[in-house]
């Protein structure tokens, strides 16, 4: 525990050091990720020692504020939590430093690291606080530091309306967690987490507000549709490493938060575990199909983030449905998916968000309409990204798959045999979990194809360059760890849960992890066989004449870059098909007559919950509370009267 | 006595119905002026009666008098003539209707005060609490109703004077401090609000405070 | 290890083209020609293994990487599919996911080297893949789920076991559908009519063999084969789920098996030389109708 | 005596100093006095507050002047925020009079009334008579109110005259209220001289008159109520914040607002302990907090002047404290921290404002652009203080309004808490809409960027610094007072 307390504190001092030396961009910069790579390494200790050993650590300190107390505790949940966001974090950081230097001419970098180093130590407190008065303050702390992140670019105005759309959902977030901290700590009659066990003996109907409040409260954070409207303006606005560690673990302190609720609320209503999945596929389903319309890199991502969110969120749904139809399968094997899924999309999600960093870095340029041809350009970021991008599709051999696969099976092994309670959540999520597995690989497939492959489509690809190795170190860790982890999840699993899981889940456990050891058997086949093609075929072509030409263009003479497909294009024909959900605005002024104008076309997919629910909402809460506008009208003697009609309403009404 | 007592009070009840109904400035001030005189000499004299003239009602009355009495209709005076206004324009209530108004208000008064009988009020006169009341009630009539700042002004002394007569119908003889303090506000008030006056006239020609609509959201 | 483990990939790998060549057949019985010989696409893929290989200069490794990845990962999928009673050599609960996102795998790497060479034929139909597929992949899970709970099991080995052929006797009904929904489903993800016409030359109008444009020499080679072993497997699926048939000999089941393979081969071939390719548009209704298939089954089977 | 003559001090000093301005003429020795005075005030009100946190309640004149910790804790924020505005005055007016909007020969007048003002309100704390305690209140608009057109436009003059009339209207409705709770304790045994000191009414609650006290509680919420800016009493707050100068609004949202809010407090307790507990008082309070935070709500949407949308602030802010004391508990005692952090960051936040509109010239939100370039310092004290003030951790209104929902969820009032939140998100939401704009936003007016002077970053500096501490945590000795002033409004 010291560690993780020196690793606060690390946090701390450094972020004050970069802030003091904000003249400096290199003492800054040196400060800001000197402080942020030993924090996290300082506090990736005690994580792992409570992962592997199984003993949760406690520490508490008095804390001079009426109803808190500075108590911490890092159990298996927290350690779980914790190890991602070290990791991530220390990595961004490295990323971060050759990233944001060369803002350094414009912008204060010392804040800029201040508020990451604060951001990381916020969200580990998050993790560990045991206490709801610190749970909440590290949980504003949080939301403040990456809201000044997110406005890095404040002086541009998509930047701006980023950052207020964040921080009022957030905050609206936050209003709903203090009305549910607050009720559940009357109830329990202390602040303390450790004394909350014992509301699982409330009525249902307590608890059940309580699971209301904390998946509108967490989910805001977690982007939960329709509360994701932040994260597709946010994390493009954001600097990528930022983007990076928001989207690969800050928004899982939102799911981080809610299975620490549901840990103390006891045995789950049915209907608890229905909200969760309709939750979880209402995300994955419409945020995969967001991402598919986007043509912004990072807006795509932001939206996968939503979707990977869902399949979390489902996971989290037949967890639920497992526990309170007693059937183990469907809550060991579906509660371990979606916290291994936590795990893999902090990495993959991490990663591809430093690579479009990159591509950022590189080329200056977000619309993937006008990329193209960088993977010759930049190779590396290419190869990292092609890794990410295997990973969020689920695809094997590579992580996703791990994640995705353990919840499938436990609604294969756990649901479909079961009796139509368990069956029909088991059959949607399969149903609806394919359907994002396929359109995933549309979307990815786009985003790389499009973005690295082909030629490019604008001027500014000509000189796209690498970047530097700091930056690609941390990319590379990144995507290395992908493949890891896909390939050693048989292991990794058991090892961890086996301090956490009784011996009858274990026993359980171990059943999808022979299936994931197998699957691991069959990926190392894969690469053999691979390794085997590829001698072969070039056994075969060493003897024989290798030419290059041009790309087959159909006998047409004068191709231009500016023919191929578009990232719009390619995703054309799925929009057109699921514009029911995604409402595409598109504007076409065809060529008319003999000698046309020129003709033009544009398409772009606007939020459908912004633009349909929160936007008209709020104006008209707006308009309504407008209409109080006229009491203040300027004349004195009403004025002095809604005094005297004031005193006269309360005389009869109080008297 | 007590029948002298009762007439002083409907004069001034009656001071105040002509307060409400009167449109010239000519008649408002020096009624204000009469009003203070009355409250002046009739107060004090009923509390203290029983007791003998006392320091303490000596000094009130040598103090209120020239105050309510004379300097209050004074400083109004000075005001109407460095603005040069005569009388007051057209009320958002026309007079008939602010006198309907006011006995709407006198019934008011005497109903506030059954309310408060029998809950052992130190009541030295039954007219005193109504009295009190109503005239409280016509000075913010004044104020709400009447368009000219001066006639603001002019209902706000109404109801000081009112609640001059509260205090003595509820607290009795109060501290003599006190009484001061309260007075020596009213009379700052009123000095500042006349000053206030100069400077709106100064500034915009008129002191039609319905016209003072510029701030508002 | 039982040797007898290799059986199913050792079928699909020798016979698979084959199947081709009795589709082929069977459309120049229909149009009366003569047609090709029946190993026409040995021939074929011998020719191309000899050649050198022409590429664009736009290309990276991902083109070339792409056909070595989809004639790997449909050669994995051979490895978890039984035949003829015989387990496959990778069974474990859950391998049908493993099989469905393996042939994901195929198709991600096959768009991207489509992608890679620029083209915008080649973009417009990974375009298509993509979206059809993922409709696809929905009715195959869909019909994953009735076998999963008629069988109760998670892997296609214990799926098509010896007690098999019980289960699709109280649950006929269903596995008709069912097969109805993965023949629909093996149309689609071997481009074959109606919804995509492997002989037309026309690029705008085709899915899958435009997006191999550009392949050529070995490359074409795998990836011919690569669609040979792709319609093998997902043929074999189709015809165990609709003729389950059990002798309780191995060989005579194998021999059953392989002669399904073959009447598979002439129920496309029928197909295809009945049917007109249908408007591109109009294809993920055929992919809806497959869904909605293997859903009345899956009603029939929760009932 | 002693401990008398501190009391003495407290109210005789500022009046001196303000008679010391009027004699002389130069604006030099007027600032030096002003300080002088000010910063004399400010070790007497901790010195005073020390002798009351040993002694405990301090009393001189015969009981006539009082001090207990909950007046002695209104007495030094008074000077604290007395100070800041005083040390932010010495910079703001030299450069009005630079853009001819100030006339120094007023400068004698206006350190006068400054100085008065902070006397008048020492004797609503210091006196133990509620006559006095109104005699104050009512000094207080009387000397303020040309404090507000100071700069002699139509609309400064407007709101002057609106807020003279309202106040003193209200504030008139008060004394009934103060009259009649003589009148509850009429059968009271004890001089007739004690009947309206608050100590001898404190002890002697139970037995006071319940109906008479209920019908004066009423009275004085309202009166005293509008001077604090209770809705709907609240029409003249705006237009006078917005008109006045910088340092007088900061006083006004500051510390005027919470010396009406004070009586309020004093009389709670009589009223409650009069009506044998039953939270009858405590629920018109809550009654009107939860009224005023939704006003204020209201009228923050679409704000379009800087200034006004503070005012509008201030109003929520007296709001949440009225919903915090109606609750009792811990509710009271988050209150009166709420008052402190309100009275750190309020004034900071007018401070800053003023100087944008200063700078910029005009009152208009959407005039103020890019103030991050143009001047650093206040553009992030305004920023931080506003993130402050809509109660974002890790600032101490978070931890106060945290405190309230407490007590809110303690009384298990549902409708309270959603309204509570509602207003406190519109708040946040319409607070936040422009404060982007005005700090980064593109700005089409050619406009010097500032120097900055060390004073002003002491000026922005402390307050943040002051909230950012008590959002971390709270001394022991700074919650030992809170808990005895809390004490003494619940009646212990």
Same mark, same amino acid.
């Given at each position: 525990m010291t560690f993780f307390l020196y690793s606060l504190s690390i946090f701390l001092v450094s972020g004050l050091l970069a802030l003091i030396s904000k003249r400096s961009a290199f003492l800054s910069s040196f400060f800001g990720i000197a402080g942020c790579v030993a924090g996290c390494v300082l506090g990736l200790i005690p994580s792992i020692q409570v992962l592997l050993s199984g003993q949760g650590l406690s520490f508490s300190f008095p804390w001079a $504020?009426?109803?808190g107390a500075f108590v911490l505790n890092i159990d298996f949940l927290s350690a779980f939590f914790l190890v991602p966001v070290f990791v991530l974090c220390a990595l961004a950081g490295l990323y971060g430093g050759q990233y944001l230097y060369s803002y350094r001419s414009t912008h204060c970098l010392g804040f800029s690291w201040f508020c990451f180093n604060i951001l990381v130590g916020s969200m580990a407190l998050v993790i560990v606080a045991a206490n709801a008065l610190l749970f909440l303050l590290a949980w504003e702390l949080m939301a403040l530091a990456s809201f000044f992140l997110v406005i890095f670019e404040a002086k541009k105005e998509s930047v701006r309306k980023a950052g207020w759309m964040y921080l009022i959902t957030t905050h609206i977030g936050t209003a709903f967690l203090l009305a549910m901290f607050l009720l559940m700590a009357q109830s329990a009659k202390s602040m303390n987490f450790m004394d909350w066990d014992k509301l699982e003996y409330l009525p249902s109907l307590a608890r059940g507000i309580f699971f209301i409040l904390a998946v509108v409260g967490f989910g805001a954070k977690a982007g939960f549709m329709p509360l994701h409207i932040w994260l597709p303006e946010a994390h493009p606005a954001a600097p990528s490493h930022v983007s990076s560690v928001m989207s690969g673990v800050m928004i899982k302190t939102g799911i981080y938060g809610l299975i620490r609720i549901l840990s103390f609320l006891g045995f789950p209503s049915f209907w608890w575990g229905w909200t969760l999945l309709a939750i979880g596929i209402i995300s994955g389903v419409l945020g995969i199909l967001f991402a598919l319309a986007q043509s912004d890199l990072k807006r795509l991502l932001a939206y996968s983030t939503v979707e990977n969110v869902g399949i979390i969120t489902m996971g989290l749904g037949i967890t639920l449905l497992g526990i309170a139809y007693q059937i183990p399968v469907l809550t060991v094997i579906g509660f371990v998916g979606s916290l291994f899924h936590v795990l893999n999309h902090a990495l993959y999600k991490g990663l591809l968000f430093l690579c479009a960093g990159a591509v950022l870095h590189g080329t200056g340029m977000r619309d993937i309409n006008l990329m193209g041809g960088l993977l010759k350009r930049m190779r590396y970021t290419g190869l990292f990204f092609l890794a990410g991008a295997i990973a969020i599709c689920g695809l094997p051999p590579l992580n996703g798959f791990g994640s995705e696969f353990l919840i499938y099976f436990a609604c294969f *092994?756990? &649901?479909?045999? &079961?009796s139509h309670n368990v069956a029909i959540p088991a059959l949607a999520l399969i149903i609806f979990l394919s359907l994002i597995g396929g359109l995933s690989i549309a979307c990815f497939s786009k985003a790389f194809g499009i973005a690295f492959s082909g /030629?490019?489509?604008? /001027?500014? $690809?000509?000189h796209a360059h690498d970047t530097g190795w700091l930056m690609k170190i941390p990319m590379g860790i990144l995507a290395l760890s992908c493949i890891l982890v896909g390939f050693l999840s048989p292991c990794l699993l058991p090892r961890i849960f086996q301090n956490y899981l009784s011996a009858e889940h274990l026993g359980i456990l171990e059943k999808a992890t022979f299936s994931l050891s197998q699957i691991t058997i069959a990926s190392i086949v894969f690469l053999f066989l691979l390794g085997i093609l590829a001698l072969v075929r070039s056994l075969l072509l060493c003897v024989r004449k290798v030419e290059t030409t041009v790309t087959w263009d159909c006998g047409y003479a004068a191709p231009t870059a500016r023919m191929q497909y578009t990232g719009t294009s390619f995703s054309q024909i799925l929009v057109e098909f699921y514009n029911f959900f995604l409402r595409v605005k598109q504007k076409l002024s065809a060529p008319k007559g003999l000698f046309p104008e020129p003709g033009s076309f544009s398409m772009e997919t606007p939020d459908l919950f912004q633009e349909k629910v929160f936007s008209p909402l709020f104006v008209r809460t707006g308009n309504v509370l407008c209409i109080l506008h006229t009491l203040q009208h300027g004349r004195i003697h009403l004025y002095v009267l809604y005094i005297i009609v004031m005193l006269i309403v309360l005389l009869l009404w109080k008297l | 006595m007590e029948q002298l007592i009762n007439m002083l009070m409907v004069v001034i009840l009656l001071t105040n119905l002509l307060l409400l109904g009167s449109s010239r400035m000519g008649t408002c001030i020096p009624t204000l002026g009469f009003q203070g005189i009355l409250l002046g000499l009739a107060l004090p004299v009923l509390l203290f009666l029983p007791q003998g003239i006392t320091t303490h009602i000596l000094v009130l009355v040598l103090i209120t008098i020239p105050l309510r009495g004379i300097l209050f209709p004074f400083i109004l005076f000075r005001v109407i003539r460095k603005t040069n206004i005569q009388r007051e324009i057209e009320p958002f209530i026309s007079y008939p209707v602010s006198i309907f108004l006011g006995i709407l208000a006198l019934v008011l008064a005497f109903w506030m005060n059954s309310r408060l009988t029998g809950m052992s009020v130190p009541s030295l006169h039954p007219l005193l609490l109504p009295v009190a009341f109503y005239t409280i009630l016509v000075g913010l009539i004044l104020i709400v109703s009447r368009k000219l700042a001066i006639n603001q002004v002019l209902g706000y002394i109404v109801m000081e004077n009112g609640m001059y007569v509260l205090g003595i119908a509820f607290a009795g003889e109060v501290h003599l401090l006190l009484e001061l303090g309260v007075l020596m506000d009213v009379f700052v008030a009123v000095f500042v609000m006349s000053i206030a006056i100069y400077r709106i006239s100064r500034e915009f020609d008129h002191i039609d405070v319905n016209q003072l609509q510029n701030l508002k959201d | 290890m039982n040797a007898n483990l290799f059986i199913p990939t050792l079928f699909a790998v020798v016979f698979a083209p084959l199947i081709l060549g009795i589709i082929n057949r069977t459309k120049a019985f229909f149009g009366g020609r003569h047609g090709q010989p029946f190993l026409q696409l040995y021939y074929d893929l011998f020719k191309l293994l000899r050649k050198g290989a022409t590429y664009s200069k736009t290309t990276t490794y991902i083109f070339r990487l792409g056909p070595m990845v989809g004639l790997v990962c449909v050669l994995l999928a051979t490895t978890l599919v039984p035949f003829g009673g015989i387990r496959s050599f990778l069974c474990f609960p859950g391998d049908i996911l493993l099989f469905a996102y393996i042939l994901g795998l195929m198709r991600f790497f096959t768009v991207l080297a489509a992608l890679d060479t620029g083209s915008s034929f080649e973009g417009m139909g990974a375009a298509r893949e993509v979206h059809f597929s993922a409709l696809a992949e929905v009715a195959f899970f869909l019909g994953l789920i009735v076998l999963a709970k008629a069988t109760s099991s998670a892997s296609f080995s214990d799926m098509y076991s010896s007690s098999f052929p019980y289960i699709w006797i109280a649950n006929s009904t269903q596995m008709l559908l069912v097969g109805v929904a993965f023949f629909l489903v093996l149309l689609t993800e071997n481009a074959r009519i109606p919804v995509d016409d492997p002989n037309t030359h026309l690029e705008l109008t085709m899915i899958h063999e435009v997006m191999v444009l550009d392949h050529s020499g070995p490359d074409f080679a795998f990836i011919l084969y690569g669609s040979a072993l792709k319609l093998w497997v997902l043929g074999t699926i189709f015809t165990q789920t609709i003729f389950p048939f059990r002798s309780g000999s191995i060989y005579l089941d194998l021999l059953f098996s392989f002669l399904a393979m073959i009447v598979l081969g002439v129920i496309v071939g029928i197909v295809e030389s009945t049917m007109a390719r249908l408007r591109l548009l109009r294809v993920p209704q055929l992919l809806v109708a497959a869904a909605a298939l293997s859903t009345v089954a899956l009603v029939l089977s929760m009932r | 005596m002693e401990d008398g003559l501190i009391l003495w001090a407290l109210l005789v000093i500022p009046f001196l100093g303000g008679f010391c301005c009027i004699l002389s003429s130069k604006g030099f020795t007027i600032r030096w006095i002003a300080c002088a005075t000010v910063w004399t005030m400010l070790a007497t009100a901790f010195v005073s507050l020390w002798i009351v946190s040993i002694e405990g309640a301090i009393q001189a004149a015969h009981g006539w002047l009082f001090l207990d910790m909950l007046s002695s804790y209104h007495v030094v924020l008074l000077q604290v925020v007395f100070a800041l505005s005083t040390l932010f005055a010495k910079s703001y007016f030299p450069a009005e009079i630079a853009h001819n909007a100030f006339n120094s020969a007023l400068l004698p007048r206006y350190g006068m009334l400054w100085l008065s003002a902070l006397g008048a309100m020492n004797l609503v704390f210091v006196s133990n008579n509620i006559g006095i305690m109104w005699v104050g209140v009512e000094a207080t608009t009387l000397i303020t109110a040309f404090l507000i057109c100071i700069h002699v436009t139509p609309k400064s003059l407007e709101a002057m005259w609106k807020y003279l009339i309202m106040c003193s209207v209200g504030v008139a409705l008060a004394f009934i209220g103060t009259m009649l709770v003589g009148a509850a304790g009429g059968n009271l045994k004890g001089s007739h001289s004690q009947s309206l000191l608050w100590t001898f009414l404190y002890e002697n609650a139970g037995s006071l008159n319940p109906f008479f006290m209920k019908m004066a509680f009423l009275f004085l919420v309202v009166g005293y109520g509008t001077k604090a800016g209770f809705a709907p009493m609240h029409s003249w707050l705006p237009d006078a914040h917005s008109q006045a100068p910088a340092p007088v609004s900061a006083l006004f949202s500051g510390f005027l607002l919470s010396t009406a809010f004070y009586c309020i407090m004093r009389y709670l307790p009589l009223v409650e302990m009069a009506t044998g507990k039953t939270g009858w008082a405590m629920d018109i309070l809550v009654f009107f907090g939860l009224f005023s935070i939704i006003i204020a709500a209201a009228f923050m949407?679409? %704000? %379009?002047d800087i200034k006004r949308l503070l005012a509008y602030s201030s109003i929520e802010h007296i709001g949440i404290m009225a919903v915090g004391l109606g609750l009792g508990g811990v509710g009271t005692f988050a209150a009166l921290f709420h008052l402190l952090n309100h009275s750190m960051g309020k004034p900071l936040c007018f401070f800053s404002a003023g100087k944008l509109v200063q700078i910029y &010239? *005009?009152?208009?939100i959407y005039r103020i652009k890019n103030a991050l370039k143009i001047t650093p310092v206040w553009a992030t004290g305004f920023f931080l203080s506003f993130l402050a003030l809509i109660g974002m951790a890790p600032f101490a209104i978070f931890m106060s309004k945290f405190q309230i929902l407490k007590a809110i969820i303690e009384k298990a009032d549902y409708i309270s808490l959603a309204l509570f939140l509602f207003g406190c998100a519109v708040v946040f939401i319409s607070a936040l809409r422009y404060m982007l704009l005005i700090l980064w936003g593109e700005s089409e007016a050619n406009i010097h960027p500032q120097k900055a002077y060390k004073k002003d970053i002491f000026l922005v500096a402390f307050p943040m610094l002051v909230l950012l501490i008590l959002g971390l945590f709270m001394p022991e000795f700074l919650q030992n007072i809170l808990q005895k002033a809390a004490n003494i409004i619940q009646g212990y």
């Open positions: $504020m009426p109803l *092994t756990g &649901g479909i045999p &079961g /030629e490019p489509r604008h /001027e500014s $690809m000509n | - | - | 949407v679409f %704000q %379009q &010239g *005009t009152n208009s």
